[in-house]
T-cell receptor, first 108, second 115 residues
């Protein structure tokens, strides 16, 4: 059974700080997803990656397949980035296994 | 980008009634949709995989007779919570797989409260 662990569980930072959220998983995967869940509950898919690195705006996601580890970075953080960030992994059958999430709060 | 909608966004019902939740992919065809449930302060849990034109595949512990799933078209899947009870109160989220982009798009969720 694959387990997905995220750290930290909670993160509070000042506006402008560089943010890193980590995700580790226990068995081989076909893809890793980073999701953002806002207080209202809606989920936005930020990245899906199986190797290397992806960048979208101020967000950067990296994955190291050998180490079974991924990181999500936010540069120049802003209060609107406050949300729960969820790491999820999938296998060939597309079913996702989710981490417990990281609650990020950016203080103005 | 691709959009997945859910309806209703919020529903309150009496115990014993049935509730239908719709999940639609608005600008792509989804042969596979997924239904998740999320209790407060917990992670999403996959309930079932909905396949267009065939029976849904349920995860262990999910009662298929209680949570009826119908995926009648390439853009619509429905989840019906039959004879809902207060313990069914939760946040239900669907996602749809876009094979052309090899990614999943999530709906905004439906918050169900059973009194």
């Amino acid at each position: 059974k694959n387990e997905v662990e995220q750290s930290p569980q909670n993160l509070t930072a000042q506006e402008g700080e560089f943010i890193t959220i980590n995700c580790s998983y226990s068995v081989g995967i076909s893809a890793l997803h980073w999701l953002q869940q806002h207080p209202g509950g809606g989920i936005v898919s930020l990245f899906m990656l199986s190797s290397g690195k992806k960048k979208h705006g101020r967000l950067i996601a990296t994955i190291n397949i050998q180490e079974k580890h991924s990181s999500l970075h936010i540069t120049a953080s802003h209060p609107r980035d406050s949300a729960v960030y969820i790491c999820a992994v999938s296998f060939g059958n597309e079913k996702l296994t989710f981490g417990t999430g990281t609650r990020l709060t950016i203080i103005p | 980008g691709a959009v997945v909608s859910q309806h209703p966004s919020r529903v309150i019902c009496k115990s014993g009634t049935s509730v239908k939740i719709e999940c639609r992919s608005l600008d792509f065809q989804a042969t596979t949709m997924f239904w998740y449930r999320q209790f407060p302060k917990q992670s999403l849990m996959l309930m079932a995989t909905s396949n267009e034109g065939s029976k849904a595949t349920y995860e262990q512990g999910v009662e298929k007779d209680k949570f009826l799933i119908n995926h009648a078209s390439l853009t619509l899947s429905t989840l019906t919570v039959t004879s809902a009870h207060p313990e069914d109160s939760s946040f239900y989220i669907c996602s749809a797989r876009d094979f052309t982009q090899e990614t999943q798009y999530f709906g905004p969720g439906t918050r169900l409260l059973v009194l």
